[in-house]
């Protein structure tokens, strides 16, 4: 029994973009069970709005937009989520070490889980599923310089949370670096 009339199904969603939009949930949330709730949530909701997707070429962004609404709400209904003001933070990026060492995939999480979601989905999206930053100002609705702001911001705090040697000293619950004077 065929429910809906047309491509795309959701048995073709499903089967297309499942994996990517697990890893998005699993970056956002931290952990593989909410991830598979919200992926879960999100081809639900998808399967009740089908009518909605005109173009079927878009997707995974529409995919991926409703997976994000689906965790701000659940974040706002838990209203646990930690949360780092990063609003200091400096946007310009400094020399890497070379090579880069090693990063230990739970400590990654971690940090992630670290970042507000406005920070985290930008880098999710860049990072680890290779949106490109007019895709991602599309998806979180905003201009292109904000979301490079972002990542920039996301960038500085991750590589003062994982990269050893980095030298860094609480002050008011933001981690800053000595050298940017406190």
Same mark, same amino acid.
């Given at each position: 029994?065929?429910?809906?009339?047309?491509?795309? @199904?959701?048995?073709?969603?499903? !089967? $297309?973009? *499942?994996? @990517?939009?697990?890893?998005?949930?699993?970056?956002?949330?931290?952990? @593989?069970?909410? +991830?598979?709730?919200?992926? /879960?949530?999100?081809?639900?909701? +998808?399967?009740?709005?089908? =009518?909605?997707?005109?173009?079927? @070429?878009?997707?995974?962004?529409?995919?991926?937009?409703?997976?994000?609404?689906?965790?701000?709400?659940?974040?706002?209904?838990?209203?646990?989520?930690?949360?780092?003001?990063? $609003? /200091?933070?400096?946007?310009? =990026?400094?020399?890497?070490?070379?090579?880069?060492?090693?990063? $230990?995939?739970? /400590?990654?999480?971690?940090?992630?889980?670290?970042?507000?979601?406005? *920070?985290?989905?930008?880098?999710?999206?860049?990072?680890?599923?290779?949106?490109? *930053?007019? !895709?991602?100002?599309?998806?979180?609705?905003?201009?292109?310089? %904000?979301?490079?702001?972002?990542?920039?911001?996301?960038?500085?705090?991750?590589?003062?949370?994982?990269?050893?040697?980095?030298? %860094?000293?609480?002050?008011?619950?933001?981690?800053?670096?000595?050298?940017?004077?406190?």
């Amino acid at each position: 029994m065929e429910i809906f009339v047309g491509p795309p @199904s959701i048995q073709r969603l499903v !089967e $297309d973009h *499942y994996s @990517s939009l697990y890893r998005y949930a699993y970056r956002l949330s931290g952990s @593989s069970a909410d +991830a598979e709730d919200l992926t /879960q949530d999100t081809f639900c909701k +998808a399967q009740s709005n089908l =009518a909605q997707l005109r173009d079927p @070429s878009r997707a995974r962004p529409w995919l991926f937009s409703i997976l994000r609404n689906a965790y701000l709400h659940q974040v706002r209904a838990e209203r646990q989520q930690p949360c780092v003001a990063l $609003d /200091q933070v400096g946007d310009v =990026a400094e020399p890497l070490p070379e090579p880069l060492p090693d990063i $230990d995939p739970e /400590q990654l999480q971690s940090a992630l889980n670290e970042l507000s979601e406005v *920070y985290r989905t930008p880098i999710i999206l860049y990072y680890f599923e290779e949106f490109g *930053y007019r !895709e991602i100002a599309e998806q979180m609705d905003l201009p292109i310089g %904000t979301v490079m702001s972002r990542l920039a911001r996301a960038k500085a705090f991750l590589r003062s949370r994982l990269l050893p040697g980095s030298e %860094t000293l609480q002050a008011g619950g933001l981690t800053r670096r000595a050298t940017d004077g406190l």
